[in-house]
C-alpha cells in the first residue's frame, strides 16, 4: 500500500535490519528499542490492524504466531519474551499496518502504561 512504511521495509524501498524475512513474513529491528531486543514481526500483506483482520487471513495469523518461537530462538531468548500488538488508538497503534512487537534480554515490567 502506498504511503505506508512497513509495505516499503517489506518491499526494501526503505532500509531496516532485517533479521528473519519468508514468502509470508518480514522482521526487522524496531527504530526506538524498548527492551534490548526489539524486533517488529509483519506480515507482508497490508493489513491496517488486528482489528481488520478478516477470516481469511486466520491462517496467515496462525503461521505469524508458530513462527514467533523460531524468531525468538534465533535472537537468544531462551530466558522468555513478549509479544504485543498495539491495537487503533486506544492501544496507541502508530503504524497502520499490522505488527507484533517481539521484545526480550530483560525482565519486562507488568502491567504495562
Ligand atoms: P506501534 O506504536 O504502532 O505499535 O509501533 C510502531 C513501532 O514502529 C514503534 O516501536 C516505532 O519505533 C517503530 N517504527 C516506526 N517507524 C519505523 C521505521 O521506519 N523503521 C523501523 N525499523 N521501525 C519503525
Ligand atoms: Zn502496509
Not at 519468508?22 to 507482508?44: G, M, N, Y
Request: a negative charge.
Amino acid at each position: 500500500m502506498a504511503d505506508c512504511i512497513f509495505c516499503m521495509i517489506a518491499n526494501k524501498e526503505v532500509p531496516s535490519n532485517i533479521v528473519y524475512e519468508d514468502d509470508k513474513i518480514v522482521c526487522f529491528h524496531d527504530l526506538e528499542p524498548q527492551a534490548p531486543v526489539h524486533v517488529l514481526i509483519i506480515p507482508k500483506k497490508h493489513i491496517a490492524s488486528l482489528d481488520d483482520t478478516a477470516s481469511a487471513d486466520a491462517e496467515l495469523l496462525g503461521y505469524i504466531m508458530t513462527k514467533v518461537k523460531d524468531i525468538a530462538g534465533m535472537l537468544g531468548l531462551e530466558n522468555g519474551y513478549r509479544l504485543v500488538n498495539n491495537c487503533g488508538e486506544d492501544g496507541m497503534q502508530t503504524v497502520k499496518h499490522l505488527h507484533f512487537h517481539l521484545l526480550g534480554k530483560r525482565k519486562l515490567t507488568w502491567p504495562p502504561g
